[in-house]
């Protein structure tokens, strides 16, 4: 879609004249942020005498422009308003035509990036709406939402230009977390479009899991969509990407085996928990559950199915511990508030902690002091975090007799049994494959929507003018069934001339339409019926990001 003359020459005429000065044209970056990439283009054998500085400024010889206008003399601050102009129509706007919006995921993963990164990058969920909002508050930023879980935080945009877009939500990420942008570069991963989109899917499925099905991150994306309601930047693309992706999740979870036998994080961290105490000590070992929360009921669940019959649960109040005390019938579990963890922590062979807290709450000092365990459980108390940020400090490892497992750690869990979670995946992937040319499909067909809007507003214009014309010719006494039958004539007519283009500006995936010739109907049509004297769309973005840097 191009810039129409109207608002590429009187705008950026207007921004110019406003920021160019007699020795050079000097532009913000909140005006045009592809300052840094004008490049002044000589004439064909002449020596080069336009020079763009490292600071984005452009100077530019009044010579230059004396021998391309002729004889009649012009000032050095026209001359290089002039130049500025011309480059700005051939370089920065015009890019913003070329590019369309792109879906980009910048993420880092348990795959990708340390616990520790991870846990300072974590967004908690109240804080949602005010993240996107400062993500759509960038230059080149349109839609947001982000995936922050243990395992990932993925943040997840629709960008005016994939390389600025990435650049402002890198820095973004650094601003707000202190960790430099070398550093998260380092450690990051990029999708664009059609790979992130399948990355989404895959992650909805849980084929990225840790643990291969665990149907947690299923319920996280579900969050993501419930936190980003009504909150302006959650828009159209981003959402509906979200949406599919638990239709997607739903799917794969219904007609695969992947769930059977999957497990959590919990779960997982249970396994840890036996596969690292002897065999002999898995009836008798002391399990203490810091947390009664969602994962802290899950690991106490997998605990029952273990065989253990006894635990203490330590929580702020016993309200939880007593509604998973009436699930669990049968089964022995002692509530203590949190003022008793360390001592309850004394009495336990395994420690599993599952809380919200931002703070460690074990550190070194905390368990030097604590009594040894027995030789039947190995001699070694055992710390399994599952939160983030972690509620057990890196300095415990220090400690011996004490061992501490994060959830990075759960990887060795999940090593066993490859071919058949390959298999399981493998029948994930079909459904995900079909899912995408689904979601790739209605966003294509988006493209289309402002042309055939404006198409259809423009012929029932001409109809509605047409049509009382003819009625005023036909007097005024026109029963209002007569009346009725033109009108709906005129309808007839215009929906009848319509169809054609109409399904030739449709690119849903349902005919062998490419998306290629859809959009070059729609230029044909935006040309013949002058439907580009309103602001496009993407002029509209650009006018928009003009106006929210100048407040």
């Known amino acids: 879609m191009a810039i ?219 969050q993501v969509v419930k936190a980003g309601e009504g909150v302006l930047g959650f828009g159209r693309n981003i959402s509906g990407l979200f949406k599919h992706a638990i239709t997607v999740g739903k799917r794969v979870r219904t007609e695969t085996n992947i769930a059977a036998g999957a497990v959590s994080v919990s779960s997982a961290a249970v396994e840890l928990a036996f596969m690292k105490l002897p065999e002999s000590s898995h009836t008798t070992a002391r399990m203490l559950v810091v947390g009664a929360g969602k994962m802290g009921k899950l690991v106490i669940k997998h605990l029952v199915a273990k065989g253990c019959t006894k635990m203490v649960v330590v929580n702020r109040s016993e309200e939880k511990v007593a509604a998973i005390r009436e699930e669990m019938k049968g089964v022995e579990i002692i509530y203590r508030p949190f003022t008793d963890m360390l001592a309850c922590s004394a009495e336990a062979d395994v420690i599993f902690t599952s809380t919200a807290s931002e703070t460690p709450l074990f550190l070194k000092e905390h368990v030097k002091d604590l009594p040894p365990v027995s030789s039947e459980v190995g001699g070694l108390r055992l710390f399994i975090d599952i939160s983030v940020p972690r509620n057990v400090g890196s300095c415990v490892t220090d400690v011996e007799g004490a061992r501490v497992y994060n959830v990075d750690d759960l990887k060795e869990v999940v090593a066993a049994n490859k071919e058949d979670r390959l298999r399981k995946a493998m029948e994930a992937q079909a459904i995900i494959t079909e899912e995408l040319k689904q979601f790739e499909a209605w966003r294509d067909s988006l493209e289309t929507v402002p042309t055939i809007k404006k198409l259809r507003a423009y012929a029932d214009r001409i109809r509605l003018a047409e049509l009382e014309k003819c009625l005023s010719k036909m007097g005024e006494d026109i029963p209002k069934k007569t009346r009725k039958a033109v009108d709906d004539l005129s309808r007839g007519i215009v929906n009848k001339l319509l169809h054609g283009p109409m399904q030739h500006l449709r690119c849903d995936g349902n005919d062998g339409r490419t998306l290629n010739e859809a959009l070059e109907n729609m230029n044909a049509l935006n040309r013949m019926f002058g439907l580009e004297s309103d602001l496009s769309l993407v002029e509209q973005k650009i006018r928009a990001k003009v106006e929210q840097s100048q407040k």
């Open 4 to 222: 129409s003359s109207t608002f590429s020459a009187a705008k950026l005429d207007s921004l110019l004249m406003n920021y160019c000065s007699s020795s050079s044209a000097s532009f913000s970056g909140a005006y045009f942020p592809y300052q840094q990439q004008m490049k002044v283009f000589p004439r064909p054998n002449h020596e080069n005498k336009g020079m763009v500085s490292r600071n984005g400024g452009v100077r530019c010889e009044a010579a230059e422009f004396n021998a391309a206008l002729g004889p009649q003399k012009i000032d050095l601050s026209k001359a290089s308003a002039l130049s500025a102009l011309q480059q700005l129509k051939t370089s920065a706007a015009d890019r913003y035509t070329k590019e369309r919006s792109s879906i980009v995921v910048i993420g880092l993963s348990v795959h990708t990036a340390p616990l520790e990164m991870r846990e300072k990058l974590a967004i908690p969920e109240a804080e949602m709406p005010r993240a996107i909002g400062e993500l759509c508050g960038l230059n080149h930023i349109e839609e947001a939402a982000v995936l922050s879980t243990c395992n990932r935080m993925e943040i997840y945009v629709v960008a005016l230009s994939q390389h600025r877009g990435v650049k402002e939500v890198t820095e973004w990420m650094s601003k707000t977390s202190g960790i430099p942008v070398s550093e998260i570069c380092e450690h990051r991963f990029l999708l664009y479009n059609k790979d992130a989109t399948q990355h989404l899917f895959e992650v909805s499925a849980g084929l990225d899991s840790l643990v291969l099905g665990e149907g947690q991150i299923l319920a996280q994306v579900r």
